[in-house]
């Protein structure tokens, strides 16, 4: 088990950054993939980024590749996504997830999810 609390949403202006972090409970942290996700009003679940157990692996969606960087700390329990140039189109909220095994963009094959936290893009 695993429990997720994700923090640093907020109101930004367009070309603007935010760092969002997630903090994970439990003393197994590096044994999960863990991924960042978001849902805009009206819309479905979205991958945005993962990352593997031990950090080597991520991926992106083709939509911030290049601005956003997902990032962790292992001695922290602590995973991040760094996302610069923010766009409008960013506006949603953003939730982090965990799961045992390859760090795969799916969000419905995580098993953790955090509350989630709000990024609004103002133009």
């Known amino acids: 088990q695993v429990q997720l609390v994700e923090s640093g949403g907020g109101l930004v202006q367009a070309g603007g950054s935010l760092r969002l972090s997630c903090a994970a409970s439990?003393?197994?942290?590096?044994?999960?993939?863990m991924g960042w996700f978001r849902q805009a009003p009206g819309k479905e679940r979205e991958f945005v980024a993962v990352?593997?157990?031990?950090?080597?692996?991520?991926n992106y969606a083709n939509s911030v590749k290049g601005r956003f960087t997902i990032s962790r700390d292992n001695a922290k329990n602590t995973v991040y996504l760094q996302m610069n140039s923010l766009k409008p189109e960013d506006t949603a909220v953003y939730y982090c997830?965990?799961?045992?095994?390859?760090?795969?963009?799916?969000?419905?094959?995580?098993?953790?999810w955090g509350q989630g936290t709000q990024v609004t893009v103002s133009s």
């Open positions: 997830a965990a799961r045992i095994g390859l760090a795969i963009s799916t969000w419905y094959s995580y098993n953790y």
């Open positions: 439990g003393r197994t942290f590096s044994s999960y993939a």
């Open positions: 990352i593997s157990g031990n950090g080597a692996n991520t």
